[in-house]
């Protein structure tokens, strides 16, 4: 008896102290990365402000996908700045497309954001550590291929 109680008290003590640790890690995480094309934003937007356009630079996102694995939804576009929000099973993201151009080069400067609140639980606060590592590696490699795409033009 006193081991089961000695185990349940650990438990508890376990998940208080583990909880309490994840409350000092932040609950907004934002993971970002950037691209120089050397184009105007107005040859860019069309890829970015059209879902059916992804496929084309963003891995994974032909029709199927989007349908079945997750929503995505555009909620504002402008000359500068596209917004979708991302529905999944793990998570709802907030994405941001910054188009900052520089006439003087000719470059314009696409800068590609994933905002994600996370709730108290210990394990979605630690988990949220990896995005910038899993998210912004597939962020690159798809900011990349738009380059590719847009110069290729």
Do not use: C
């Not at 994933?114 to 899993?134: A, C, G, H, T």
Request: proline share 3%; glycine share 4%; net charge positive.
């Amino acid at each position: 008896m006193r081991v089961i109680k000695l185990g349940f008290i650990s438990a508890v003590v376990f998940f208080i102290l583990f909880t309490l640790g994840g409350l000092l890690l932040p609950s907004h995480n934002i993971v970002s990365r950037a691209v120089n094309i050397k184009a105007k934003p107005a040859s860019i937007l069309p890829l970015v402000q059209n879902k059916s356009a992804w496929h084309l630079w963003i891995e994974g996102m032909d029709s199927t996908t989007l349908n079945k694995r997750q929503q995505v939804q555009i909620v504002a576009v402008s000359d500068s700045l596209v917004v979708a929000n991302w529905k999944t099973a793990e998570a709802n993201y907030t994405t941001k497309f910054r188009f900052i151009y520089n006439p003087g080069q000719a470059v314009t400067i696409v800068q590609w954001q994933f905002e994600q609140e996370v709730k108290w639980y210990p394990w979605e606060r630690i988990s949220s550590l990896m995005n910038d590592k899993i998210l912004g590696t597939l962020m690159e490699k798809n900011l990349a291929k738009l380059q590719m795409v847009v110069e290729a033009n």
